[in-house]
């Protein structure tokens, strides 16, 4: 009879312990970036400055001057080029692709800058998670985390704005002091 209790009480601690880890894990799981309520796409196209980005391996000739400039497609997509100024004090530039995937805010979308024969692979995600009224800064992310960018339609940002930037990428469960500062003023 012993051994039925003790077995029964190996059994609930054991179960106790499982539904604790498991718990752990899913409230240790962070919710995807927020993103803005509405982006009116005509407004964002242009020119926009890399002011600071969360390190990449695909920017890291990059040593400054870094731009994104988006244009409207005949299909609807959007044209995205990418330039910097590289290690070797050359113009170097990534040509790509824009689509929404989310066309009721317009604020989630997907990037890819490999095309085969027309086709464009490896879809990479965009997410505007602010945006400023005015549209003269916006901040991207990505749902995994691993990418991010402030961008700004000027080579500079008052230093409110960077506060309130920085919020923005904390509560989005971004650390901004892994973020490095794009320069701009890099002669070319």
């Known amino acids: 009879m012993i051994d039925i209790y003790r077995f029964f009480q ?3 601690w054991f179960c106790f312990s499982c539904a604790i880890l498991v718990g752990g894990v899913v409230a240790g ?3 995807p970036p927020e993103t803005v309520s509405q982006v009116d796409l005509d407004r964002y196209l242009g020119t926009w400055y890399e002011l600071e980005r969360l390190p990449n391996r695909f920017q890291d000739q990059c040593i400054g001057n870094v731009t994104a400039e988006y244009r409207r497609l005949e299909n609807g997509d959007i044209e995205v080029i990418n330039r910097c100024l590289d290690k070797d004090g050359m113009l170097d530039e990534a040509r790509g692709v824009g689509r929404v995937v989310d066309t ?3 604020a989630k979308l997907e990037v890819s800058f490999i095309s085969l024969f027309g086709w464009h692979l490896f879809w990479g995600d965009y997410w505007i998670m602010d945006l400023s009224n005015d549209y003269t800064y916006a901040v991207i992310g990505t749902p995994n985390r691993k990418y991010a960018w402030v961008l700004s339609r000027t080579v500079s940002l008052a230093p409110e704005l960077k506060a309130q930037i920085q919020q923005v990428l904390i509560k989005n469960g971004y650390d901004p002091n892994e973020f490095v ?6 002669p070319l």
């Open 10 to 12: 190996k059994s609930l």
């Open 29 to 31: 799981e962070q919710r």
């Open 104 to 106: 009721a805010s317009n």
């Open 181 to 186: 500062s794009t320069p701009q003023s890099v």
